[in-house]
C-alpha cells in the first residue's frame, strides 16, 4: 500500500506534468499571432510594461485599421505575452514556448539588452524572425544571426550627439567623469563612449564600473567633487540615476553638465524627483512629433494622444519603439506576401519605410540606425536642445549650484 | 586627504543607518533565537507604510516612525504567533526555511498590491547637508544615523534593565523555568518578535528617506543585515552598531581603492571570514 | 510488496528514458528543468539530508560547474565534456579549500555561512573578465533537447545511485552518526572533518554536473541566473518536502513541486512564485519531515499526523 503511494506518486507527477503537453493552443485559421516575453512584474517591470502597452495598442489600432491581406486573405493580429518576472531564465523557456508550444508566427521582444541577448538565442535556434526594440547592446547584433532585429539605436553611439555638444558648449567642460553600470547594455555605451571622448580631445578624469542596482553612489560622487570633474556621463537603469540625483544634492555635487542614457525622457523619473529633475541632460531618439508620419496613427503626436487617452501616462521612446516593432512585422509580412518564417525574415531585413518612430531600415547587423537627440529637462518637461550637429534651442547651462536653485 | 575623510564620513553615516536596519533582526536572533531571512521584506513593508502615510496624510517620515513602528508591531505580534510559534521548537532549520517562505510571499503580495513602480520619500528638506570642516555632511543621513543609535541605546537599556526586557531574556534562556514563573512565552515571543518588526519598520521608514522602494529590496537588505549582525556580534545590541559601521566603511573603502563593483565582494567576503575566525563577531563575548 | 519494489521503479525509469519518443518539446523541456533540479535536491539531501548540515549555498556549486562548461566552451573553445570536468574540478577545489573552515561552523551559523559563500561567489565571478563579468557568456547554441534530457536523467541516476550506496556504506552511517549526535560520532571514532567534507564535496559535484548541463541548454548565463539564490531555497524545500534523508524522498518532492509549478507558471503566470512561498510555509508546518515520513505514519495516525506535528514543535 505505500510503496504504491511511494511509486505512484512520481508517476502521478509525470502523468499530470504530461497532460500539460497535450493542450496545444490552436490560432484561429485567420489570426497571426505575436509571441513575446515581457518584464510585467519584477524589478523593471516599471519599463517592460512600456512594451506590452505598446504592442497591445499598435496591434489593436492595426486591428482597427483592417489588419493584414496576405496573398488575397484578411488576417487579424493577435498578441501572446507571458510574464518573464524580470527573470532571464524564465523568459528564455518562455519564448521557447512561444515557439514550440504555442507555435505562434513570429516573435516581439523583451525590454533590455541582458534580455534581448539570451532571447534572440531561441530566435536564431528556432529560426524564427523576433523584432526586438527593448535591446540596444551592440553584442545582440554582433554574433551574425539572422533571425534577429532591434529598433532601439546602438548602444555604443547613445552618448555621441551629447559629446558633439559637449565641444558647443560655453565655458566648454574639460575634464569628465563617466560612470557605467556592468550590464550588456551599459558596458556597450561605455565602451563606445570612449572613443569618442578621445576623438573629441575631452580628458576622462573617472571612468569606473559600478554594480547594477546599485543604491549607494556618496563614495563615486565624493571623488567626482573631489576630482572637480565638469561633465558627469552616466549609463545606468532608471532606480541608480534617480538615487545619484538625489545623492548629489545631499553631497552638495554638482557638475556644470550631468547626462544620464534613461530616466529622463520618463514621466515617471521626472515625477519621482520633482524640482531636483531640472537641468538634468539625456537623450532620446524619439519624440511625438507631428513630423513624424504614420500609416496606422497618423503621425507620432497623435500617437502620444492616443496613448495618453488609453493608457493616462506619456509614452516615450520605449513604446514608440514597441509598436514600431509591431509595424516592421506587419509590413515584411506584407511585402513577402507570405507567412513563411524565412520570406518574412528576408523582408525585415530590407524594411524601408516611415513610421511614428522615425525612418525603419536595419543594417546588415539587424540593428537600426537612429541619432539620439540631446534633451534636457526645462521647466520641468523635456526639450530637445540639440540634434547631433546644431542646437535646437538654448541649453540651461552651466548647472548651478545646489544651494541657488 | 579630504577625499578620504569625506568618504570615511560617508561610510560612518551608512553605518548608522545600517545599525538600524539591522537591530530588530539581531534582537530577535540574539534572544528568540529565530533568524528571520525575510527580514529585509519587513523593512520593504515598513518603508512602504511611511512612504503611504507620507504621500496620503503628509506626515513627515521622521515624526511618522512611531506610527510605522507600531502598525509593524501588531505585524509582527500576529505573525508570531499566528506561523513561527508553531514551529519554535522545531530544529532552526524548519524557522530558516519558513521564515524564507515568508519572504517570498511578503514580496509577491507587495508587487501585486504596490505595483513594481518604484517609490521615494522626498521631503522638503531632503537634500540638505551641512559643511563641516571642508566635509558635506547630508542631514537625512546625519538624522537617520542619530535615530538609530538612539534607538538602538534604548533597546539596549530596555534589555537589561527593565522587567519585560529581562521577562525576555529569561524566557530565550529558560522555557521551563520562565513558565514556572508565570511567564506566558507564546506572548512574550511574540511581543519580542513584534519589537524585532517593529524596529525594521521604523529602519524601513528611514531607509525610503535616503533611497528609493521597490517590493524587491527585500533579499538584499537581508544579506546586509546578516553581515551587520554577524559582524557586530548578536550577544548586545550594541553590537549593530559596531557591524553597521564597520560594514559602511569597508563598502566605501572598497569602492574609493578596489572599485566599485567589489564593494559586495568586501562585504560578503569579510562576513564569511568573520564567520569561520570569531562567529561571535565584534562585540561578542565568547571568543 | 518489496519486491515489487525494484521491478516498478524500473519501468518508472524506462517510461522516463523514452520520454522524448513520445513527449512534447514542452514536456522534455519541462523535464529537463526538473530532472536539474532533482539532482540538486539530491545532492543537497546528501550534506543537508544525511549529514544534517544545511547547507543554503549549494548554488555556489551549480554556479561554478555552469561557468566551467560556460568559460571551456567560451573562451577556451573546448568541447563540452571538458568544460564539465573543468566544472567539476572547481567545485571540488572549492568544495575542500571553503569546506574545511566552514564546516567547523554549527547549525544556522553554517546555513548562513554557506549561503554569504553564494553571495560572495557571485560578486567575485561579476569582475571577472574571463568570466564575462557582469554580463556574462552566451554558448553556442546547440539545438538538441532529447540529448540534454538524456543527460540530465543520467545525472540524477548517477546521483540517486550514489545516495543509495550511501545507505549501505560505512561512510553513510558516519553520516547520519553525524548528523544525530556529532559528539558522540567523533568518541565513536568517525573522523567527522573528513566525512563531512567528503559529503560537501559529494554534494558539491552533483551541483555542479547539473549548473554545466543547464548552462549548455540554456546557451546563457551571467552570474545572477548562475548563482541564483532563489535555486537553494527551491532545491531545500524540494527535498524536505519528498523526505530529507531518504533516497527517493527529494525525488519525489522535485517532480510534485515542479509539476505544480509549471502549471501556475503557465496559467496565471505571477503566482508561481507566490506559490512557492506559500507551499513552503504549510510543509514546514504540517509536515516537516516529508512526504516520505507522512507516506510512513499516514497508516497508523491518519489525519492525526499533521496535528501531531505541530504540538510537536509548536511554544
Known amino acids: 500500500m505505500h510503496t504504491l503511494f511511494r511509486h505512484g506518486l512520481p508517476s502521478a507527477a509525470l502523468a499530470l506534468a504530461m497532460s500539460l503537453g497535450c493542450t496545444a ?92 541577448l539570451a532571447d534572440s538565442a531561441v530566435s536564431e535556434k528556432y529560426q524564427v524572425p523576433m523584432v526586438q526594440g527593448g535591446g540596444a547592446s551592440d553584442q545582440i547584433f554582433s554574433r551574425g544571426f539572422k533571425y534577429v532585429f532591434g529598433t532601439l539605436a546602438p548602444a555604443s553611439n547613445y552618448f555621441g550627439s551629447t559629446i558633439s555638444m559637449l565641444k558647443q558648449l560655453n565655458p566648454a567642460p574639460s575634464q569628465i567623469a563617466l560612470l557605467y553600470a556592468d550590464d550588456a547594455f551599459d558596458v556597450s555605451v561605455a565602451e563606445g563612449t570612449r572613443p569618442l571622448l578621445e576623438k573629441a580631445g575631452l580628458k576622462t578624469v573617472i571612468d569606473e564600473r559600478y554594480s547594477s542596482n546599485a543604491s549607494d553612489f556618496n563614495t563615486l560622487l565624493s571623488q567626482i567633487k573631489s576630482k572637480q570633474a565638469d561633465a558627469v556621463l552616466v549609463a545606468g537603469h532608471e532606480t541608480e540615476i534617480l538615487n545619484f540625483i538625489r545623492q548629489a544634492k545631499s553631497l552638495d555635487v554638482s557638475p556644470k553638465i550631468y547626462s544620464f542614457t534613461v530616466g529622463v525622457p520618463s514621466e515617471d523619473f521626472r515625477k519621482a524627483l520633482g524640482a531636483d529633475a531640472e537641468y538634468a541632460f539625456g537623450m532620446t531618439a524619439w519624440l511625438p512629433s507631428d513630423t513624424l508620419k504614420d500609416d496606422w496613427f497618423g503621425d507620432a503626436a497623435q500617437f502620444a494622444k492616443a496613448w495618453g487617452a488609453q493608457y493616462r501616462y506619456e509614452p516615450d521612446y520605449h513604446a514608440a519603439s514597441g509598436v514600431a516593432d509591431v509595424e516592421a512585422i506587419v509590413k515584411a509580412i506584407e511585402k513577402a506576401g507570405s507567412l513563411d518564417p524565412k520570406a518574412v525574415r528576408d523582408a525585415l531585413a530590407a524594411s524601408d519605410f516611415q513610421s511614428l518612430y522615425g525612418h525603419i531600415a536595419f543594417a546588415d547587423n539587424g540593428q537600426i540606425n537612429l541619432d539620439q537627440v540631446v534633451i534636457q529637462v526645462q521647466n520641468g518637461k523635456p526639450a530637445a536642445v540639440f540634434d547631433g550637429s546644431k542646437f535646437m534651442r538654448d541649453a540651461k547651462y552651466p548647472m548651478p549650484d545646489w544651494a541657488k536653485r | 586627504m579630504d577625499l578620504l575623510l569625506q568618504v570615511l564620513v560617508n561610510g560612518i553615516l551608512q553605518g548608522g543607518l545600517y545599525a538600524i536596519m539591522a537591530l530588530g533582526l539581531a534582537l530577535v536572533w540574539g534572544v528568540l533565537n529565530i533568524v528571520n531571512l525575510a527580514h529585509g521584506a519587513f523593512i520593504m513593508l515598513g518603508a512602504y507604510i511611511s512612504w503611504y502615510s507620507f504621500t496620503w496624510l503628509g506626515l513627515d517620515p521622521f515624526l511618522g516612525l512611531p506610527l510605522t513602528a507600531v502598525l509593524m508591531f501588531f505585524v509582527g505580534y500576529a505573525i508570531q504567533r499566528g506561523i513561527l510559534n508553531l514551529v519554535a521548537r522545531a530544529p532552526m532549520f524548519n524557522t530558516l526555511l519558513i521564515t524564507f517562505g515568508l519572504e517570498v510571499v511578503l514580496t509577491y503580495l507587495a508587487q501585486l498590491v504596490f505595483s513594481a513602480d518604484f517609490r521615494t520619500i522626498n521631503p522638503s528638506y531632503s537634500g540638505r547637508n551641512i559643511t563641516v570642516m571642508g566635509l558635506t555632511i547630508p542631514t537625512v543621513r546625519l538624522a537617520a544615523s542619530g535615530v538609530a543609535i538612539l534607538l538602538t541605546l534604548i533597546m539596549w537599556r530596555f534589555l537589561l534593565h527593565t522587567r519585560l526586557g529581562r521577562a525576555i531574556r529569561a524566557t530565550a534562556q529558560n522555557l521551563s523555568a520562565a513558565r514556572l514563573y508565570g511567564v506566558e512565552p507564546r506572548h512574550l515571543y511574540a511581543v519580542t518578535f513584534g519589537l524585532g518588526l517593529a524596529l525594521a519598520g521604523a529602519a524601513g521608514g528611514l531607509y525610503g528617506t535616503v533611497s528609493q522602494i521597490n517590493p524587491y529590496i527585500g533579499a538584499t537588505l537581508t544579506a546586509k543585515c546578516f553581515a551587520i549582525a554577524i559582524i557586530g556580534g548578536l550577544d548586545t545590541p550594541l553590537g549593530v552598531i559596531a557591524g553597521g559601521v564597520v560594514l559602511g566603511l569597508i563598502e566605501s573603502l572598497a569602492t574609493l581603492y578596489i572599485g566599485p563593483t567589489f564593494a559586495d565582494v568586501a562585504s560578503f567576503g569579510v562576513l564569511v571570514a568573520v564567520l569561520i575566525v570569531r562567529p561571535s563577531g565584534l562585540l561578542g563575548r565568547t571568543a | 510488496m518489496k519486491a515489487l519494489r525494484i521491478p516498478l521503479l524500473l519501468l518508472v525509469l524506462v517510461a522516463l528514458a523514452l520520454l522524448p519518443l513520445y513527449g512534447s518539446d514542452t514536456i522534455i523541456q519541462f523535464g529537463i528543468s526538473t530532472l536539474l533540479l532533482a539532482v540538486l535536491a539530491q545532492g543537497w539531501n546528501i550534506i543537508g539530508g544525511y549529514a544534517g548540515y544545511s547547507s543554503f549555498g549549494n548554488s555556489t556549486f551549480f554556479g561554478l560547474g555552469a561557468y566551467g562548461v560556460g568559460i571551456a566552451m567560451v573562451q577556451w573553445h573546448l568541447p563540452f565534456a571538458a568544460g564539465l570536468l573543468f566544472g567539476v574540478v572547481l567545485a571540488v577545489v572549492f568544495a575542500i579549500c571553503l569546506g574545511i573552515p566552514v564546516l567547523r561552523l554549527k547549525g544556522h551559523y553554517f546555513a548562513i555561512a554557506t549561503l554569504a559563500l553564494a553571495q560572495v561567489m557571485a560578486a567575485i565571478v561579476s569582475n571577472i573578465e574571463l568570466a564575462g563579468q557582469n554580463i556574462g557568456l552566451v554558448l553556442p547554441p546547440l539545438n538538441n533537447d532529447p540529448l540534454f534530457y538524456e543527460l540530465s536523467l543520467g545525472l540524477l541516476v548517477l546521483a540517486t545511485l550514489t545516495v543509495w550506496w550511501l545507505t549501505r556504506s560505512r561512510f553513510g552511517f558516519g553520516l547520519i552518526a553525524i548528523r544525530e549526535n556529532e559528539e558522540g560520532a567523533v568518541v565513536m571514532g568517525v573522523d567527522t572533518t573528513r566525512y563531512k567534507v567528503m559529503a560537501f564535496t559529494l554534494a558539491g559535484l552533483f551541483s555542479a554536473l547539473a549548473g554545466g548541463i543547464q548552462a549548455y541548454w540554456i546557451t546563457f548565463l551571467d552570474p545572477a541566473s548562475a548563482f541564483d539564490i532563489t535555486l537553494n531555497v527551491k532545491m531545500i524545500i524540494m527535498a524536505v ?32 512564485g507566490l506559490f512557492f512561498g506559500v507551499v513552503i510555509v504549510i510543509a514546514v508546518v504540517l509536515t516537516p519531515r516529508g512526504l516520505a515520513d507522512v507516506a510512513r505514519r499516514f497508516r497508523r495516525s491518519g489525519w492525526r499526523y499533521f496535528i501531531e506535528n505541530i504540538r510537536m514543535h509548536r511554544l
Do not use: H
Open chain 3, 241 to 272: 518536502f519528498g523526505g530529507p534523508g531518504t533516497i527517493l524522498g527529494p525525488i519525489i518532492g522535485s517532480f510534485i513541486l515542479s509539476a505544480i509549478s509549471e502549471f501556475l507558471s503557465s496559467e496565471v503566470t505571477s503566482i508561481a
Open chain 1, 25 to 116: 493552443s490552436q490560432a484561429a485559421d485567420n489570426e497571426i499571432v505575436l509571441g513575446a516575453s515581457v518584464q510585467l512584474t519584477g524589478p523593471v517591470a516599471n519599463t517592460g510594461r512600456y512594451y506590452k502597452d505598446a504592442y497591445q495598442l499598435a496591434v489593436d489600432q492595426i486591428n482597427r485599421k483592417g489588419g493584414i491581406e496576405v496573398g488575397g486573405k484578411k488576417y487579424t493580429l493577435a498578441l501572446k505575452i507571458y510574464d518573464n518576472q524580470s527573470d532571464v531564465n524564465l523568459s528564455v523557456r518562455q519564448y521557447t514556448q512561444l515557439v514550440s508550444k504555442d507555435k505562434v508566427n513570429f516573435l516581439l521582444g523583451p525590454f533590455a539588452s541582458n534580455f534581448a
